[in-house]
């Protein structure tokens, strides 16, 4: 039911189009510094996705508490910098100057003002800085072609304001009447005794919504403060995942994971069953959002 509010939320909520969004900037920059005969890295993970700065690794078996260390095949966030600072420090000053004209539009490191420089604020105009630093170089052309992309899909999906207002109601009913559901409450107590008998002291969570669309935050911290001093060990590279007390918190978390997916599933079951309740009822109005619902 979430995807049929996003509209009436007046955000760019739906993970698709922002995730489309996200991978149209990152091309973009990517293929606009080549053409100006530059490199740029980008992690393959956050190429994949969409983000100029990588994600944590993609973790199947647990919740990525413990994950593979940089040493081990991953480049971190503050590696890439790294990657990035150490190729533009071998180029030639003048080289240097040409990519920051090609990624920013101006060269930092030149007088404000100057040729090449950064711009200087019109007085009369307070926002002018911010919008011609925002419209420059490549990182200028990649956001510029990542916001077409989402104001065309705002243009293409958006409804008329009158369904708009229906919609906003029908979501402030919908989530009333999900978190009071005496059918999604029973299931939501199964699932925390399911998870306290396997060994996962946790309390009942307040909102399936936050459950199923947002995971388990209580059960990734209770994770993440039984297994603290390891964490911060592996996070200052004093600890491999070869470790036997590593490997046995690891062991840990991949049983917290399967563990969560077999407890929830009557949350989920349960709360699909409201939706289509829910969709039935309010046919009429939400088929006019989403034709294939009518």
Known sequence: MVRFFDAAEGDDSDETVKLQASRIYVDTLVRCMSEQGFEYFIDPVARLYGTAE???????????????????????????????????????????????????GFDPSLPPGSEGGPPIADPDQPDSLGSVLG???????????????????????????????????????????????????????????????????????????????????????????????????????????????????????????STFQRCSSGVVDTLFAFDRRFLDEHRDVLGQYDPDTG
């Open 54 to 104: 990588p994600d944590p690794p993609g973790d199947p078996d647990g919740f990525g508490l413990a994950v593979p260390l940089p040493d081990q095949g991953v480049v971190t966030s503050d590696g890439l910098e790294a990657k990035n600072a150490s190729y533009v420090a071998s180029l030639t000053p003048e080289a240097r100057s040409e990519y920051y004209i090609a990624l920013l």
């Open 135 to 257: 419209g420059q170089g490549c990182e200028g052309e990649a956001g510029l072609a990542s916001e077409e992309y989402l104001m065309a899909q705002r243009q293409e999906e958006a409804p008329g304001a009158a369904l708009e207002a229906r919609l906003q109601e029908l979501l402030d009913e919908y989530v009333a009447e999900v978190e009071t559901d005496p059918g999604i409450l029973a299931a939501l107590g199964d699932y925390q005794a399911c998870m306290t008998k396997a060994g996962f002291s946790i309390g009942r969570p307040e909102s399936a919504l936050s459950l199923v669309y947002e995971g388990p935050v209580d059960l990734v911290g209770l994770l993440a403060a039984d297994g603290a001093d390891i964490l911060d060990r592996l996070q200052a590279g004093d600890a491999t995942l070869d470790d036997p007390d590593v490997k046995a918190f690891r062991a840990r978390e991949v049983e917290a994971r």
